[in-house]
C-alpha cells in the first residue's frame, strides 16, 4: 500500500544505470498518480502504463 510502492520504486532506481528499463506491477491504485508525479519531477520516462482491475504495471527508464 502506498508509499510502499513509490518508496521501492526509488530504491530500485537508485542502484540502476542511466538508460536502464524497470517494469513495476502494483496493487495499489494511488501509485498510478503517484508513480506519474515523480517520475515527472525527477526526469524519468514513463514508457508503458497499463491498468487492470486490480493491477498495475509500469515500464520506466532511468533518466540519464
Not at 502506498?2 to 521501492?8: G, R, W, Y
Not at 517520475?39 to 509500469?58: D, K, M, N, P, W
Request: net charge neutral; with cysteine.
Amino acid at each position: 500500500r502506498c508509499p510502499m510502492p513509490l518508496l521501492k520504486l526509488k530504491q530500485a532506481l537508485h542502484g540502476m544505470a542511466a538508460g536502464e528499463v524497470i517494469e513495476v506491477q502494483t496493487t495499489d491504485a494511488g501509485s498510478v498518480r503517484d508513480f506519474q508525479a515523480f517520475l515527472r519531477q525527477a526526469g524519468h520516462g514513463l514508457l508503458e502504463l497499463q491498468e487492470g482491475e486490480s493491477t498495475y504495471f509500469f515500464r520506466i527508464q532511468k533518466a540519464g
